[in-house]
């Protein structure tokens, strides 16, 4: 909660806009672009893009789901943030938030510290992971979008 009132203070931190499905679709293409990338990658095994790749694949997953309920957020870690909130509020059924935690980190280190870090991939578990942020957006009512909305003004107003 601490994290997400640094956030709600930031110019690019979570901010609502209109709830859009084509944006979700958009992301979703996105991570699902990401991922014919990343059999690419593999060819090469190239540590560096393999780990910023699988990082985006989830991310862009995630921010599919965002776009859909209508929050934006420009800052990786807030978004996060935003991931582990509605967690904890039962509102994901899945640990996002500690995916995508770790695999910033591993991008982080071998994109910006060049540590080189064998990153474990698979992409049938990747792909899987991607449908069910498909699944959970293509499910999500208008009335559970809204009680997400009421719950995260309440710690973003």
């Known amino acids: 909660m601490e994290r997400l009132d640094w956030c709600k203070k930031q ?12 944006l979700a679709r958009e992301y979703l293409e996105s991570a699902e672009e990401s991922l014919r990338v990343l059999s690419k990658i593999k060819e090469i095994n190239s540590r560096i893009w393999t780990a ?15 776009m859909r309920i209508g929050v934006k957020s420009e800052i990786h870690s807030c978004t996060i943030e ?13 640990n996002i938030s500690k995916i995508l ?17 064998f ?3 698979d992409l049938e578990k990747l792909r899987d992971f991607v449908l069910e942020i498909k699944e959970i957006i293509d499910n999500l009512t208008e009335q559970e979008i809204e009680a997400i909305r009421i719950s995260l003004n309440r710690v973003l107003a």
């Open 11 to 22: 110019k690019k931190g979570p901010k609502f806009v209109k709830p859009s499905e084509a």
């Open 119 to 121: 990153i474990q991939t």
């Open 52 to 66: 910023t790749t699988k990082y985006y694949i989830e991310y862009f997953a995630f921010y599919a789901f965002l």
């Open 82 to 94: 935003l991931a582990r909130f509605l967690e904890n509020k039962k509102f994901l059924k899945i």
């Open 101 to 117: 935690e770790e695999d910033k980190e591993l991008r982080i280190e071998n994109q910006y510290y060049l540590k080189n870090i």
